[in-house]
């Protein structure tokens, strides 16, 4: 089992930016690749950014690319979700997800752990 806390949620005003932190606990941190998604009211849950075991790759969607920039610290256990140039239609609820035995994994069926989600409000 992982276990997932995200942080670092708020209210931001579009230009803002802010830094979402995910923690895990429980197996070894390393061997997963992590990711982050993000669910709008009424709308899908869809991929973010990803990151590969060691950091050494990185990949996002289209929407964020150029703006996000996703991190991971194995020491600490912790991936981070930099969010610069925010617009109000990023506003969500941003989850971490940790994924195992997939590589380069987008879907939200390739990933085996969840958090509970932190929430983002831009406003315009």
């Known amino acids: 089992q992982v276990q997932l806390v995200e942080s670092g949620g708020g209210l931001v005003q579009a230009g803002g930016s802010l830094r979402l932190s995910c923690a895990a606990s429980?197996?070894?941190?390393?061997?997963?690749?992590m990711g982050w998604f993000r669910q709008a009211p009424g709308k899908e849950r869809e991929f973010v950014a990803g990151i590969s075991w060691s950091g050494g790759r990185t990949y996002y969607a289209d929407s964020v690319k150029g703006r996000f920039t996703i991190s991971r610290d194995n020491a600490k256990n912790t991936v981070h979700l930099q969010m610069n140039s925010l617009k109000p239609e990023d506003t969500a609820v941003y989850y971490c997800?940790?994924?195992?035995?997939?590589?380069?994994?987008?879907?939200?069926?390739?990933?085996?752990?969840w958090g509970q989600g932190t929430q983002v409000t831009v406003s315009s």
């Open positions: 429980g197996r070894t941190f390393s061997n997963y690749y």
């Open positions: 997800a940790a994924a195992a035995g997939i590589m380069v994994p987008r879907r939200l069926s390739e990933y085996d752990y």
